[in-house]
């Protein structure tokens, strides 16, 4: 059983700074990539961030410059520097991860239960 813990979401004034956590935990045998995901009330869930277990980093367009995702390989976390937030990041944030568990040759795609992050205008 492989899980996705996720802390560090909460109520923030616009232009203010938060950072997400996000540890996988379980029978893993490797991860390829993890990331971030939001959903705003009456939107898809949408990509903000992912980095490859390589380094290779992908950001939407809308975090460029504000957001800065980081990885502790050795721990299977991940991380989301969240800094001049604006309102319009108020979301849910979600964790996901690509990995292969022990004993699989499949990849495995793992969401977290989502963590709120509310700014306030």
């Known amino acids: 059983q492989v899980q996705l813990v996720e802390s560090g979401g909460g109520l923030v004034q616009a232009g203010g700074s938060l950072r997400l956590s996000c540890q996988a935990s379980g029978s893993i045998f490797s991860i390829s990539s993890m990331g971030w995901y939001r959903r705003t009330p009456g939107n898809q869930r949408e990509l903000v961030a992912t980095k490859t277990t390589g380094g290779v980093t992908n950001y939407a367009d809308s975090v460029k410059g504000r957001f800065t995702i980081s990885r502790d390989n050795a721990k299977n976390t991940v991380y989301l520097q969240m800094n001049s937030l604006k309102p319009e990041d108020t979301a849910v944030y979600y964790c996901?991860?690509?990995?292969?568990?022990?004993?699989?040759?499949?990849?495995?795609?793992?969401w977290g239960q989502g963590t709120l992050v509310t700014v306030s205008s």
């Open positions: 996901n991860a690509n990995l292969i568990p022990y004993g699989s040759v499949k990849n495995l795609e793992v």
